[in-house]
């Protein structure tokens, strides 16, 4: 019976960055996210439905241990947005990150071929600006492919999924 609920409550928690030490590719952001990228993604409410689809082009830049992402958005619906990360690399696969319209500063860490991206974004709907909080994981499937799922939530309460994939040097 113990092994039991034991197994249950492991199915329940949730992934560690360390859950990937040692796996290959390793994620480097410096060579990943330097030069053009182009992403496909999708925005899915809490129920799975889909309510917004986009494209993005970036371009990435860095000197040293900082970096510049800089991002594109265009939404289904016409709709373009900006966003220009700062990131810096940190020891140990630290990273930090700023933009206009993130909260304070976004924290990363990569093992192995993922990324655990965690910050508090000011997300504008209907007139209305909302910080929402993203925990984001991005896995480096090979030298040109990044799959990327954030869970939304606000007071602890999933709000809704983005999924994207990165494609390095492709256009759309």
């Known amino acids: 019976m113990l092994a039991m609920l034991c197994g249950l409550l492991a199915a329940c928690s949730s992934a560690s960055i360390d859950d990937y ?3 290959r590719p390793s994620f480097d952001l410096q060579t990943y996210f330097n030069g053009p990228l182009t992403a496909q993604g999708m925005f899915q409410d809490r129920s799975g439905k889909v309510l917004r689809r986009f494209s993005v082009q970036m371009n990435g830049s860095w000197q040293g241990d900082r970096g510049v992402l800089d991002e594109h958005f265009i939404y289904d619906d016409g709709e373009k947005q900006r966003r220009v990360w700062t990131l810096q690399k940190l020891p140990d696969g630290r990273y930090r990150g700023t933009a206009s319209d993130v909260v304070g500063q976004a924290s990363g860490h990569t093992e192995g071929f993922a990324l655990f991206w965690d910050y508090t974004l ?6 209305k600006v909302y910080e929402v909080r993203f925990d984001d994981w991005m896995y480096q499937l090979d030298e040109h492919t990044v799959l990327n799922r954030s869970v939304m939530s606000k007071w602890g309460v999933r709000l809704g999924e983005v999924t994207l994939m ?3 040097g492709a256009q759309p």
């Open 122 to 127: 000011r997300l504008p709907v209907d007139g």
């Open 166 to 168: 990165f494609r390095k």
């Open 21 to 23: 030490r040692g796996t």
